[in-house]
């Protein structure tokens, strides 16, 4: 929500598009902050502005759905009975395009996690879903990382 102190408003999109984000990139709010007399309404409308540039765009939500359905196909087709929950910031809604996403599998049946973890990393590897596999599996929580192949 744009707070003004001008009557003649208009409701613009206050740079939703990361595309022409490139070295000494300026934010495209920056010149319509000039004409709010209130530095607090210019700090209230940058804020905003700033926050509606970090929003997921419709695309990059459908590619993180897509992803957590192929994710979820997978598991279940290693583990039927599994359970394949998302948390952090995406669970909140509160991520950005450059935040990744948390997923826990549950209800695996499996007294090893990095048995499990493996197991997950070879069939999304087999499958040609992702790049840059990576498996932390000695570390205190075992993890496997890795980016969703775009199809």
Same mark, same amino acid.
């Given at each position: 929500m744009e707070i003004s102190d001008h009557s003649d408003h208009e409701g613009q999109n206050l740079g939703r598009s990361r595309s022409d984000r490139k070295p000494g990139y300026k934010p495209p709010w #920056?010149?319509? #902050?000039?004409? %709010?007399?209130?530095?607090? #309404?210019? #700090?209230?409308?940058?804020?905003?502005? %700033?926050?509606?540039?970090? +929003?997921?765009?419709?695309? +990059?939500?459908?590619?993180?759905?897509?992803?957590? =359905?192929?994710?979820?196909?997978?598991?279940? =087709?290693?583990?039927?009975?599994?359970?394949?929950?998302? %948390?952090?910031s995406y669970a909140t809604g509160l991520y950005t395009p450059a935040s990744d996403t948390d997923i826990v599998v549950v209800n695996a049946g499996l007294n090893n996690p990095t048995t499990g973890l493996k197991a997950l990393s070879h069939a999304l590897t087999q499958r040609q879903l992702v790049r840059n596999m990576q498996q932390v599996l000695t570390a205190r929580v075992p993890i496997i990382k890795f980016e969703m192949i775009e199809r």
């Open positions: #920056l010149p319509r #902050l000039a004409r %709010f007399s209130s530095p607090m #309404l210019r #700090l209230h409308n940058e804020i905003v502005a %700033f926050t509606k540039m970090l +929003e997921p765009t419709a695309e +990059e939500v459908d590619g993180r759905a897509k992803s957590m =359905s192929v994710i979820r196909e997978v598991v279940h =087709s290693i583990w039927p009975q599994a359970e394949v929950l998302v %948390f952090g």
